[in-house]
């Protein structure tokens, strides 16, 4: 690491801790009156979250897809762990952030042989189904969903999240603003 790179990263760090303190100090005096002095106590941990958040990887595409194929292999993790990874092949119909081209998902769980792996963070895909994938790169360059299971939010025949009155409209409203 350079140490302009640990330079900019101190800088971004300090930006942050000084605005979430600036969110507290300001919202404070509101929870104290409504909420009473022990959520207002709580309320500083604001600051080590916003720091904490500004560390996790970038979300790299957005694309709304329909699944093409899943398959699933055995693959060692970083821990030597050897665990069922299924892989969803994606047709992108929609790119709301980064480029349009098809994709392939990797994602924890699936069935291999009879064995089934099911991983209580991530939903499994099936052939046909249609979702807003936010996706990044794992590790060894691959495309994972963003936040786990968060980086997959499934849709129905008529744009809108299951058991949600979010639409696909909604989705891309909020993926817009935040370009």
Same mark, same amino acid.
């Not at 958040?53 to 821990?79: I, K, M």
């Not at 119909?93 to 699936?110: I, N, R, S, V």
């Given at each position: 690491?350079?140490?302009?790179?640990?330079l900019?990263?101190?800088?971004?760090t300090?930006?942050i801790?000084?605005?979430?303190?600036?969110?507290v100090l300001?919202?404070r005096?509101?929870v104290?009156? &409504?909420?009473?002095?022990? %959520?207002a106590? &709580?309320? &500083?941990? $604001?600051? +080590?979250?916003?720091?904490?958040?500004?560390?996790?990887? +970038?979300?790299?595409? %957005?694309? $709304?897809?329909? $699944?093409? =194929?899943?398959?699933a292999?055995?693959?060692?993790?970083?821990?030597?762990d050897?665990?069922?990874?299924?892989?969803?092949?994606?047709?992108?119909e929609?790119?709301?952030?980064? +480029?349009?081209?098809?994709?392939?998902?990797?994602?924890?769980?699936?069935?291999?042989?009879?064995?089934?792996?099911?991983?209580?963070?991530l939903p499994?895909?099936?052939?046909?189904?249609?979702a807003?994938?936010?996706?990044a790169?794992?590790?060894?360059?691959?495309?994972?969903p963003?936040?786990?299971?968060?980086?997959? %939010?499934?849709? *129905?025949?008529? =744009?809108?999240? +299951?058991?949600?009155?979010?639409?696909? *409209?909604?989705?891309?409203?909020?993926?817009g603003?935040?370009?």
């Amino acid at each position: 690491m350079t140490v302009e790179a640990l330079l900019a990263g101190l800088v971004r760090t300090n930006v942050i801790a000084s605005l979430a303190i600036l969110l507290v100090l300001l919202l404070r005096p509101f929870v104290l009156r &409504w909420l009473g002095a022990s %959520v207002a106590y &709580w309320l &500083w941990l $604001v600051v +080590p979250l916003a720091v904490a958040a500004s560390f996790l990887p +970038p979300r790299e595409r %957005v694309v $709304v897809a329909s $699944v093409d =194929d899943v398959t699933a292999t055995y693959e060692s993790n970083a821990f030597g762990d050897r665990l069922i990874v299924s892989h969803a092949r994606l047709r992108v119909e929609e790119a709301l952030k980064g +480029p349009a081209d098809p994709m392939t998902l990797d994602y924890e769980g699936g069935t291999v042989d009879g064995v089934t792996l099911h991983v209580s963070s991530l939903p499994a895909l099936a052939r046909g189904e249609r979702a807003v994938f936010f996706v990044a790169r794992g590790a060894r360059g691959e495309f994972t969903p963003h936040l786990r299971g968060q980086g997959i %939010v499934k849709l *129905d025949a008529t =744009d809108h999240v +299951p058991h949600s009155s979010l639409t696909l *409209d909604d989705v891309r409203r909020m993926v817009g603003q935040s370009r």
